[in-house]
């Protein structure tokens, strides 16, 4: 689906836009425009001015020092990007009202709106766009790096107009900056003290920090300064974190949440109560993060065996409370990157998994420790059972609290999700390359930069670019360990006070959410 963009742009510009569709028809028939709670938007007078949101606290407030995938919902509330993702995952226009690559692919120039200006007082322009970009590539803890690793160098050509200059043809590039990556940072905030950005954020996006008490919560007020603040339909916006299952309907009962990001074990217990509940079919996967540099992990016919030794249908049934469906890729279906020839990749089968096992050198098994995020994860205890019936002897072990295991690297086997990033490009990087963030042992496959190269370089309305890219996924996933699972839904339960949320398959926003007063 192409999403038309109500944007007074040229004929070239319009066609530069429409190449930039993330998913097609991604997930549309699990997606609705509106939740059933939306209607007329009242008077300011009749709204209430407080929205209260139990989601997650971002590690950091600092996007370019983010290590954590889902830190960008949270980010996004102060934070605004070059351009935007649209509820279904197009690239619209967010700081940049529109954007235009150069003909032979290898730059492209964003022209911002006039007039913007960060939370702080500084103006958003060109050269404020070339500060933030430029620290993403440069900072020494910058996670967003590999992601721009494509970006020659920058140029500020006027006051609203910024070109980024690309080592090859990359026509993922608006897609790319519609996350953290693209996320503009104030250089006065950045330059004046770049380590307070972990607890106070600077941007230009719809809300503006003004507390911000680590576990616990953040406080922030509307940003009039914001270029579409008058979409943004509450005064004060309360971040809190999501509310354990004991206490989800409670939290809802008393107005301690307005909106609460629940778990598949709460769905029933909210609904029970009476509160509405969204669900989504959003781009998450659970997946097992395997470092192939360490025994016995880097013989590929081992992490076949741990895949083909789960029984992912009845960790959906038994686990995850009949929610989400198999899978053995990190795209869900109906995503232009999801390629059909990797379903059922590794059968689930305890002798096929033996059989491997023994192949592989370890005819009496082998013992390996699972890590956990959290003790009481049913889907890793069902694994471990799973498991241990296939000869792969498994013990299971709680993360440290506060260890990020994508920078220490200290469980070579770890159960996690994967939050697929706003390009599909960019996912597979973070997952597979050398240098991805989530790429535990470092390596990657041989093939994969070429066959990533040749995806970047079909525009997206391309009829090649499907295949291209669906051929990259494949190179990746049965070349690398990562053992995938299944797909999430994300479950939102709500006051029925709240009206006009929308089902976001990746980056919650929250222009036109209102609370009744």
Same mark, same amino acid.
């Given at each position: ?5 109500? +944007? ?9 836009? #429409?190449?930039?569709?993330? /998913?097609?028809? #991604? ?28 989601? !997650? ?40 009202? *529109? ?45 967003? /790096? ?7 160098? @920058?140029? #500020? ?26 996320? @503009? ?62 206490? /989800?309907? !409670? ?27 969204? *669900? ?11 470092? +192939? ?5 880097? +013989? ?87 498991? +241990?019936?296939?000869? @792969? ?65 079909? !525009? ?11 051929? #990259? ?45």
């Amino acid at each position: 689906m192409i999403r038309t963009v109500n +944007n007074p742009l040229n004929a070239a510009v319009v066609a530069s836009v #429409a190449t930039l569709v993330l /998913a097609g028809c #991604a997930s549309q028939a699990s997606i609705s425009d509106v939740s059933s709670s939306g209607g007329a938007v009242p008077a300011a007078d009749q709204r209430g001015d407080t929205l209260t949101w139990g989601w !997650a606290l971002p590690s950091t407030w600092d996007p370019v020092t983010s290590a954590i995938g889902n830190d960008v919902s949270a980010l996004t509330l102060v934070y605004e990007g070059l351009t935007e993702e649209s509820a279904n995952g197009e690239a619209l226009p967010g700081l940049a009202q *529109s954007w235009t690559y150069a003909k032979d692919g290898r730059s492209v120039t964003f022209h911002l709106r006039p007039g913007l200006t960060f939370s702080d007082g500084t103006q958003l322009d060109a050269a404020a766009v070339k500060a933030s970009l430029e620290r993403g590539k440069t900072e020494k803890d910058s996670t967003v /790096a590999p992601q721009l690793a494509d970006v020659e160098s @920058i140029t #500020a050509d006027s006051t609203t107009d910024v070109t980024l200059h690309l080592t090859q043809v990359d026509y993922q590039i608006p897609l790319l900056l519609s996350g953290k990556t693209g996320q @503009i940072v104030s250089p006065t905030a950045a330059a004046q003290d770049v380590a307070k950005l972990a607890t106070q954020a600077v941007g230009a996006g719809p809300f503006i920090l003004k507390t911000y008490v680590p576990g616990s919560q953040a406080t922030l007020v509307k940003n009039p300064k914001f270029w579409n603040a008058d979409k943004i339909l509450v005064t004060n916006f309360i971040l809190k974190p999501a509310p354990d299952p004991s206490v /989800a309907v !409670a939290g809802l009962q008393s107005n301690q949440f307005n909106i609460a990001s629940l778990t598949a074990s709460q769905v029933s217990g909210v609904k029970a109560a009476g509160f509405p509940v969204e *669900s989504t079919d959003a781009l998450p996967v659970r997946v097992i993060d395997v470092n +192939n540099t360490v025994k016995p992990f880097d +013989n590929p016919k081992v992490t076949q065996a741990i895949s083909t030794a789960i029984d992912r249908q009845a960790l959906i049934k038994t686990a995850n409370f009949g929610y989400g469906e198999p899978t053995w890729q990190l795209f869900p279906k109906s995503y232009v990157a999801y390629n059909p020839e990797l379903d059922n990749l590794y059968p689930y089968s305890v002798e096929k998994a033996k059989q491997l096992l023994a192949e592989a050198g370890y005819p009496n098994g082998i013992d390996v420790q699972l890590a956990l995020g959290t003790a009481d994860d049913p889907v890793g205890e069902l694994i471990q059972q799973q498991l +241990n019936a296939a000869g @792969i002897h498994t013990t299971l072990t709680v993360e440290t609290p506060g260890t990020n295991n994508y920078i220490t690297r200290k469980y070579p086997f770890a159960l996690d999700q994967f939050n697929a990033r706003q390009s599909p490009v960019q996912a597979l990087q973070v997952l597979f390359g050398a240098q991805g963030l989530m790429n535990l042992g470092k390596t990657t496959p041989a093939e994969l930069p070429g066959a990533v190269a040749k995806a970047s370089g079909y !525009a997206l309305t391309d009829p090649a670019y499907p295949a291209a890219i669906q051929a #990259a996924t494949k190179t990746a996933v049965t070349n690398m360990p990562n053992v995938f699972l299944f797909t999430v839904t994300r479950f939102v339960g709500h006051s029925p006070k709240v009206h006009g949320l929308q089902h976001w398959v990746d980056i919650q926003r929250f222009e036109g959410v209102w609370v009744d007063k």
